[in-house]
């Protein structure tokens, strides 16, 4: 019998179709074949892009040469754009204000074929102090409220150019799935005076029913209520509010445990396509005593349709349950 099972934290309902259970090999995956043309993010074609605003460079290279690992650059094509002032304004019951933020690529390998579960480790070591570096400087600007950073892999993903990369949209705005987060968490520590994603690492790590992997800093898992099959998520071990706070052996680990993810899904789903976020802490609200950031990974192994837009419910085909256990037993490099 299918289960409903809700999230902890922002009190959203999932359906686990148990019934269904369907394995990796039972996801007929569309994807779009590899294209070696121009790319605009390939070394040579800097031209091609904004200027950069942050980078890892090879000794003696200089600002926006070709000798360069890793660059962030603003996106040519802006969701918002930094320059300007928000008029915060209404029309009768409608508020509306200038499209005020900073959209951002994180470019992060100088080759256009390597991928984040083959690229070796400083590479999403530098990856993850990128975005470490990004979200620190756009707290400087008191206009934004919140960094947003994601990766969508594949076309069915929304990527645009296969180089990887991935990006961040700061806002003047909280976000509604980030707000509903907070507040989630802010009700179960007013209630129980504990953190609420704390206290479901405990009962995971004592039930082993989901987790996938652990270091030092962090415990991979798939989440109880998974919206989306073979779902994951990347949560600190320790009480830890602002990912842009923490210290170098936070950083390894969490590119450690990132890389393996990610090769796992790699291996288990043929490569599928797939989005993750960094959930982290606003700046503008003081939640450290019970707030805790994550990451999300997201397959996109099954297509959103009207019941879930109209519900807001999920149909999960595979239990997380399941999903853990043939990531779990993959061994990767």
Same mark, same amino acid.
């Given at each position: ?8 934290? /922002? ?37 091609? *892009? ?5 980078? *890892? ?32 304004? +209404?029309? +009768? ?23 984040? +579960? ?5 590479? *999403? ?52 799935? *980030? ?18 994603? /704390? ?38 071990? +320790? ?7 923490? &210290? ?31 959930? &982290? ?53």
């Amino acid at each position: 019998m299918s289960e409903l099972r809700k999230d902890p934290l /922002c009190e959203r309902w999932v359906i686990i179709s148990t019934e269904r259970g369907r394995r990796p090999t039972d996801f007929k995956i569309e994807k779009a074949e590899r294209k070696r043309g121009f790319c605009p993010f390939d070394p040579g074609n800097e031209n091609y *892009v904004p200027p950069e605003i942050y980078a *890892v460079r090879k000794v003696g290279s200089v600002p926006n040469d070709s000798n360069w690992e890793l660059r962030v650059v603003p996106n040519k094509f802006p969701a918002l754009r930094i320059e300007g002032g928000l008029d915060k304004r +209404g029309i +009768g019951m409608y508020d509306m204000m200038n499209g005020i933020g900073a959209h951002e690529v994180i470019i992060e390998t100088p080759n256009h074929d390597e991928m984040t +579960g083959n690229m070796p480790f400083y590479r *999403v070591r530098n990856i993850v102090t990128a975005y470490k570096e990004r979200i620190a400087d756009l707290h400087k600007d008191k206009r934004m409220k919140y960094v947003l950073v994601f990766k969508n892999f594949g076309v069915l993903a929304g990527a645009s150019l296969e180089h990887s990369h991935s990006q961040l949209i700061s806002l003047p705005i909280l976000p509604k799935r *980030v707000s509903e987060n907070i507040k989630g968490a802010e009700m179960y520590y007013d209630y129980r005076g504990r953190c609420a994603i /704390c206290d479901m690492l405990q009962q995971e790590l004592y039930s082993q029913e989901r987790i996938v992997e652990e270091n030092d800093s962090f415990v991979s898992l798939c989440p109880f209520a998974s919206r989306f099959p073979f779902e994951m998520q990347i949560i600190p071990r +320790g009480h830890q509010t602002h990912y842009e706070q923490q &210290n170098e052996k936070t950083y390894n680990d969490f590119a450690s445990i990132l890389k393996s993810a990610i090769k796992k899904l790699a291996k288990a789903l043929d490569n599928p396509p797939y989005n993750f976020v960094l959930q &982290n802490a606003p700046f503008t609200k003081k939640c450290d005593d019970y707030y805790h950031w994550f990451l999300e990974i997201m397959p996109r192994l099954t297509r959103i349709a009207g019941f879930e837009w109209g519900s807001g419910f999920y149909i999960n085909p595979t239990p997380p349950e399941e999903a853990t256990k043939f990531l779990k037993n993959l061994t990767v490099d």
